[in-house]
């Protein structure tokens, strides 16, 4: 067998494997649904909590800040395969969009995730100014996602 051929039989069945452990991970359409709203969820608080800081409803400390930041991190690292999975735009807020334009869907996905990691880094420097002008551009980037794949 030629190189060529054993390369794309190679990638044939890692493709099949990866679309296979999507599914098998979630048994139910109403279980990505749920999965990706429980951590949108979370997210949403850890990240609010961020903009009441920035903003000065609550008092600023550093420790906390970074604290959420992290998490907001780390959240946004979870929700995103519980996105592509068939059906899942069905009796939820996903536009079927997020489906038919997966790869834009997640170029957009990848940027938040680019901008929380410069927030959490503003973070760590501890500058106030730094980190306001971070917080901006992640809520801008998860803005842009909302804007274009999330039902008003």
Known sequence: MNKNAWTAICSAVVMIWAAGDVRAQFAKVEDA???RQ?????LG?????????V??????????FEENASLV????KLPWEAFQVAGSDKASALRPEALSQKEDFLKLARANQDEVAKLLA???????SGIRSAF????AS???CHDSYRRK
Do not use: D, Q
Request: proline content about 2%; some cysteine.
């Open 136 to 139: 901006g551009a992640a809520g």
């Open 33 to 35: 649904i749920k999965y």
């Open 45 to 53: 608080t850890h990240f609010t909590r961020l903009g009441a800081m």
């Open 142 to 144: 998860c803005k842009a």
């Open 73 to 76: 991190a780390t959240l946004l």
């Open 55 to 64: 903003r000065g409803e609550t008092p600023f400390v550093r420790e906390a």
């Open 38 to 42: 429980s951590v949108m969820s979370v």
């Open 122 to 128: 503003a973070a760590k420097a501890g500058e106030l």
